[in-house]
């Protein structure tokens, strides 16, 4: 047989070796699946910081934005249009003309016009491809334009891939249409080639901002407006949020497609990116890893550790400035993993070693069973002795180990040769090896009355008396089974009978309602409850005006938590004013931080309709608006239809105290209710709120749009303005402005996002995309 050392330096590598083996292997799960994916964002767009720099300026966008749909016409234009505008770019000396707009069959003469223009220039006009009609064989297929253009010239595909984070990271070289390859758009505007489907990614380290702009409006009215495309190649494309679509550009602000179109040109223009993926980091880290864990000098692992990391965190830097580009994701995860490893395996044995055994009775501690926290097929006993306290304190110092000495021997003689461990303030506990209740009980009962024989310590006489608990949940770990087993020898002890055997249907985890409660004060204060917040767009200036605040619960361990569930757990028990008050907070900084920017900003914010009640609301707001020092105006309460049409006196008179001061008041959800004429004559509204079930179907109902005229009518009739939440369409946002809403609120103005995220779309910078 081996030597002792020479099989303690064995089991050590083995156990280094199953380390870095399951270590590689969770790593290769990041990579393959995809999981390290935000972490290579993050980085990604750290490096495009880092990197920043213009454009070439070969490409040019002319835009068809909401200037240009107030000055031309709304959307769709007339094709003569768009061959006025193409010509007058080939006038002012354009190279190339890609119409980034897909051209079905439209009005016959301005389809000629355009047709005509088009052929004047072959091989100059490059139109974009388009997806099929719903409901034909064509359905979901990426399609040819008409034929008056396809004819005369070339079509180029407009494949995007949406990611989770509602960008475009990668694009093609080439797709297939109808079964034939046609060049990107991009690799078209760069006269690069590549394979069909054959992808690559965008280097969003070329800054939109920088990329040469044009208005179409500026171009149609001004003969002269065009100068600046001469010898370059354009881009005719939508830019605006109402009617195309907007992309998130990593560490740069939303832009609509054609912006992306010349950020992957600009890749292109640059030379072909070679992809290499996240192998190489990943073997790199390997490599890594097992330095760190197998090198016989601790410096040397934790000098390749530190330098691996270097390497794959500053190598990619340098390979993107080469147009090479690789994930890191996987290998962070791996060379992270591994430091944490080898900091375990050094310091986890004298961590396991402290309180391993109590100094006083020469037992082992319960500690034992928390570090190895497996699973035991025996039941798990908990023993507490009655008053061991006031047993010890009645002792001199020297005379504790006696009596514990005692009480082990006494209880050795009940445990059927299991180890007893020894716990904290009289407890213990040891695993029984007998697998049937009644035996275990048994011996319970025979401790029982071996403890009603009193102790002798010295001169000194104690009757010590024992409860027992008793844990059966076999599938769960130890270390759950200690808690429970010691609770019930602690009811047993409080209850006065002998012993207790845990039961999990009720004395189990804490009710669900109970532990929301319990939590909610720590989730304010930890910073799990947040308040995220919903643009609110005036739809006749195209301008962020306000905004609703919601609030939101991303518990530590259950995720995100339904707002519907833990507001009404909190207001059935009296605890909503609670979490008001802190979305007033929130939102009043929030207030005085968007006014800088839009002076007329407010946001919104639910009162429950049990806040109505009394005047906790009144001094409530007070207290906000003059600890903020913003004025009344910029917060509107929402209070339901039910609630503001209450028969009680006491909340028309506190929202009529409420509009006496100039707060405003939002009648939320109008249309679920019971409304009648003569309630919102009485109701001291400012605002009228329709719910969002009105909206879904409006671009199709045509009884949902005399609804919405209607009332529309009516609330202006009452002095209100009207909003319009739901607004999921840019078709649905036109015709509501054109009925003379208000304000807008949905999914296609703005998700809800942190007063962060807002107050960057609010920067005059950024909100030019929502202005005109």
């Not at 003309?97 to 355009?114: A, H, N, T, Y």
């Not at 407009?158 to 093609?172: I, P, Q």
């Amino acid at each position: 047989m081996p030597p002792a050392p020479f099989r303690a330096r064995a089991k050590a590598l083995f156990k280094k070796r199953q380390l870095l083996i399951w270590l590689a292997l969770a790593s290769l799960l990041v990579g393959v699946t995809a999981f390290g994916e935000p972490l290579d964002l993050s980085l990604h767009t750290l490096r495009n910081k880092i990197r920043s720099q213009p454009v070439s300026g070969k490409v040019v966008v002319v835009g068809i934005d909401d200037d240009s749909l107030m000055k031309v016409g709304p959307w769709p234009w007339n094709r003569e249009k768009l061959a006025t505008l193409t010509q007058r770019l080939f006038d002012n000396g354009a190279n190339r003309v890609f119409i980034d707009i897909f051209l079905r069959s439209g009005e016959p003469q301005g389809d000629r016009r355009l047709a005509q223009v088009v052929a004047r220039y072959p091989g100059r006009v490059l139109v974009t491809s388009g997806l099929g009609n719903p409901g034909t064989a064509q359905a979901g297929k990426f399609v040819l334009p008409m034929p008056e253009i396809a004819k005369v010239s070339e079509t180029v595909s407009e494949l995007k891939w949406l990611e989770f984070w509602n960008g475009v990271a990668t694009l093609t070289y080439a797709s297939s249409i109808d079964g034939k390859p046609h060049r990107s758009m991009e690799s078209a505007i760069a006269n690069v080639s590549g394979g069909v489907d054959e992808k690559y990614p965008i280097d969003y380290s070329f800054r939109v901002a920088s990329i040469p702009y044009l208005s179409a409006a500026h171009v149609l009215s001004d003969t002269n407006a065009a100068v600046s495309v001469k010898g370059r190649d354009v881009l005719i494309g939508i830019n605006s949020p109402t009617t195309g679509d907007m992309f998130f550009v990593p560490g740069q602000t939303r832009s609509a497609r054609p912006f992306i179109v010349v950020a992957g040109a600009e890749t292109l223009l640059r030379g072909r990116p070679l992809v290499l993926g996240w192998w190489p980091g990943w073997l790199l880290a390997v490599g890594g890893a097992a330095c760190l864990l197998y090198a016989k000098r601790r410096i040397w692992g934790s000098a390749a550790a530190f330098v691996t990391l270097t390497a794959v965190l500053v190598g990619p830097l340098l390979l993107e400035a080469n147009n090479i580009f690789i994930d890191v994701a996987p290998a962070i995860v791996l060379i992270l993993s591994a430091m944490v490893a080898a900091a375990w395996l050094r310091f986890g044995a004298r961590k396991r070693s402290q309180g391993a055994t109590n100094p006083v009775s020469g037992l082992p501690t319960a500690t034992a069973i928390l570090h190895g926290d497996q699973l035991d097929s025996g039941f798990l006993v908990a023993v507490r002795v009655r008053h061991f306290i006031d047993i010890i304190s009645a002792l001199p110092p020297d005379r504790e180990r006696e009596l514990l000495k005692q009480i082990v021997t006494r209880m050795t003689l009940g445990t059927g040769g299991a180890q007893l461990l020894h716990g904290d303030d009289g407890n213990f506990f040891w695993l029984a090896p007998s697998p049937e209740q009644a035996t275990v009980i048994d011996q319970f009962k025979a401790l029982q009355l071996i403890f009603r024989t009193p102790i002798q310590v010295f001169d000194r006489s104690f009757d010590v008396d024992v409860a027992f608990g008793l844990d059966q949940e076999t599938h769960m770990p130890l270390s759950h089974r200690l808690a429970s087993a010691l609770a019930a020898a602690h009811a047993a002890s409080q209850q006065g009978v002998g012993w207790k055997v845990h039961d999990p249907a009720t004395s189990g985890a804490k009710e669900w309602t109970l532990s929301l409660l319990g939590e909610l004060d720590q989730a304010i204060q930890s910073g799990q409850i947040w308040v995220a917040y919903q643009p609110k767009l005036d739809l006749a200036t195209r301008t962020f005006v306000g905004a609703e605040a919601l609030v939101r619960w991303t518990h530590a361990t259950r995720g995100p938590i339904n707002p519907a569930e833990f507001v009404e757990v909190a207001d059935r028990h009296g605890r909503i004013g609670k979490i008001t008050s802190f979305v007033l907070e929130d939102a009043a900084q929030l207030v005085k931080d968007a006014r800088q920017w839009v002076p007329n900003f407010t946001v919104s914010v639910n009162i429950s309709p049990s806040q109505l009640t009394n005047r906790e609301v009144i001094d409530m707001v007070d207290a906000v608006l003059l600890r903020h020092d913003i004025p009344a105006e910029s917060l509107i309460l929402e209070v339901t239809e039910s609630a503001a049409m209450a028969e009680e006196g006491t909340a028309q008179a506190l929202l009529e105290e409420l509009r006496e001061k100039g707060v405003g008041l939002s009648i939320d959800d109008y249309g679920t209710g019971m409304s009648t004429l003569e309630y919102l004559r009485r109701i001291p509204a400012s605002e009228l709120k329709v719910d969002r079930r009105f909206a879904s179907a409006l671009a199709t109902n045509a009884q949902d749009q005399a609804v919405m005229r209607s009332t529309i009518e009516l609330a202006h009739a009452l002095g209100m303005k009207v909003v319009v939440e739901g607004i999921e369409q840019a078709e649905t946002l036109y015709m509501l402005a054109g009925m003379g809403c208000d304000i807008g609120q949905g999914y296609h103005i703005g998700r809800p996002a942190d007063g962060t995220s807002l107050l960057e779309l609010l920067e005059p910078q950024k909100h030019w995309a929502f202005t005109g």
